[in-house]
């Protein structure tokens, strides 16, 4: 996985090419789970495909349905999550582990403007991955309550398959939090690096075993300024028909 320390990336938001700029605070001090918090290839590729991909249909999400319009597993500095909020005009929610939070909720204040004038909005809150069925808490001292949502009609996920347990981690996350409609998508990114092709196969057959079908997959490479030739994988994912009729999702 390759991170870089750019203060900013564009993020092309429509297919008349348009691009924003968002702003990215990376402290370079802070870790978790053994990694320093960077800006990794992965999101770029993602935030950079996301106007690409059909617009998720986000009816009747919110507080009402006990819905996330969108949730970000890893955000790590926010890329993806800021972009989803933008392109898709849409609440995104931004979640990674508690040492993480601060840094996303300053990235948040340094787009705010950004992301309020694509009528976006973004939050941060708290979700460990091996505790997949607590409900998010917010990453704000005066609240004390989860947010009242316990399912995502779209969850997001710039890498986070680099070790032997994330295949399991994530697939239990998805069949906690990913709503259960056809309306609902994961969407994630990783690089094609020998050393996580297991990982990766591993979580493909997870998925599919959970009744998750990918529905589309590309692939695509970092710019120049990245240096490096690796290939990058996004992958669109729904429920299959037969797990929404009740049957099958083992896991
Ligand atoms: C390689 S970084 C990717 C960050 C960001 N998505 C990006 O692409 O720039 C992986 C992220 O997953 C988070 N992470 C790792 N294990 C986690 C867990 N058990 N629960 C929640 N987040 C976790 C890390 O804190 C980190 O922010």
Known sequence: MSTH?????DVTINAANEKINLEIADPG????DNLALATWGSSEILANVLHKLDKPDLSGCGTLSRTHHVLELGAGTGLVGMSAAT????HAHLTDLTPILPNILANIALNQALITKHSGSA???LLD??????????FDPTRTQPFPADKARVILAADTIYSEEHPELLTGVLVAKLERS????????????V??????????????EAGLVCMKEGREVLGVEWEEDTPYEWTVWRWGERLLAGEGGSR
């Open 5 to 9: 320390k750019r203060l900013s990336f």
């Open 182 to 193: 056809e309306k609902a998508r994961y969407i994630m990114c990783y690089p094609l690096r």
């Open 123 to 125: 939050c941060v809150g």
């Open 129 to 138: 991955w091996s505790d997949p069925t607590s409900p998010v808490y917010p």
């Open 29 to 32: 001090n802070i870790s978790a």
């Open 87 to 90: 392109v898709w005009h849409t």
């Open 195 to 208: 050393g996580y092709l297991d990982h990766i196969r591993d979580l493909w057959g997870r998925l599919q």
